[in-house]
């Protein structure tokens, strides 16, 4: 079954500083990759997903995250980080699993971002 | 388009009592899924079901129920709550390029 390891469980920074929260999967086949990010008191948005074709991701609100097959991972940056996105982010893999496509995360890592 | 709505928001129970989390569709998405947050454990899955009619387990399943009656609908039973399942709860639904979350449900169990 696959799993999905976040190693940064809380991560501080200061505005405009840069970002990068690692994010490794375990599974021998084809996977789909997400990062979803949740904002205080709200429920999951999607940041960004990569399937196929160019590696690099571009998604929302600046960030990208690289798929390097060889490594497993999947990991977010952003150059340049605002207060406004304080908030949890979680990695996700979807893999099929018994012929299902089964969603899992990771453990999330929590950004604070003082102004 | 409402996508996934959850019923309640809020919930309190006492140890021992009873209740069904309900979540529906709008989607007809086949795959459903809930979830429990828990601080600095990430959502782990309770159930979820494949489609209409059917039903998994998933990482910890104990002390929950789910049905899926159709394919819009995928409610999660708690039999007799515990402290232990004092959590976040979210029931989402999937295409394969996406997963749609509702917006949660925060339960205490006293």
């Known amino acids: 079954a696959q799993s999905v390891s976040q190693h940064n469980h809380h991560v501080i920074l200061s505005e405009a500083a840069s970002l990068e929260l690692g994010c490794n999967y375990s599974?021998?086949?084809?996977?789909?990759l997400f990062w979803y990010v949740q904002y205080p008191g709200q429920h999951l948005q999607l940041l960004l997903k990569y399937f196929s074709g160019d590696p690099l991701v571009k998604g929302i609100k600046g960030f990208e995250a690289e798929f390097i097959k060889s490594k497993f991972s999947f990991n977010l940056r952003k150059p340049s980080v605002q207060w406004s996105d304080t908030a949890e982010y979680f990695c996700a893999v979807n893999a099929w699993d018994t012929g299902f496509q089964k969603l899992v995360f990771g453990t999330g890592t929590r950004l604070l971002v003082s102004p | 388009n409402a996508g996934v709505t959850q019923t309640p928001k809020f919930q309190v129970l006492k140890t021992g009592q009873s209740m069904t989390l309900q979540c529906a569709q709008d989607m007809n998405h086949n795959s459903m899924y809930w979830y429990r947050q828990d601080p600095g454990m990430g959502l782990r899955l309770i159930y979820y079901?494949?489609?209409?009619?059917?039903?998994d387990k998933g990482e910890v399943p104990n002390g929950y129920n789910v049905s899926r009656l159709n394919k819009r609908e995928f409610s999660l039973r708690l039999e007799s709550a515990a402290p232990s399942q004092t959590s976040v709860y979210f029931c989402?639904?999937?295409?394969?390029?996406?997963?749609?979350f509702g917006q949660g449900t925060r339960l205490t169990v006293v």
């Open positions: 079901s494949a489609s209409e009619g059917t039903t």
């Open positions: 989402a639904s999937t295409r394969p390029s996406e997963a749609f």
């Open positions: 599974y021998g086949g084809t996977v789909n």
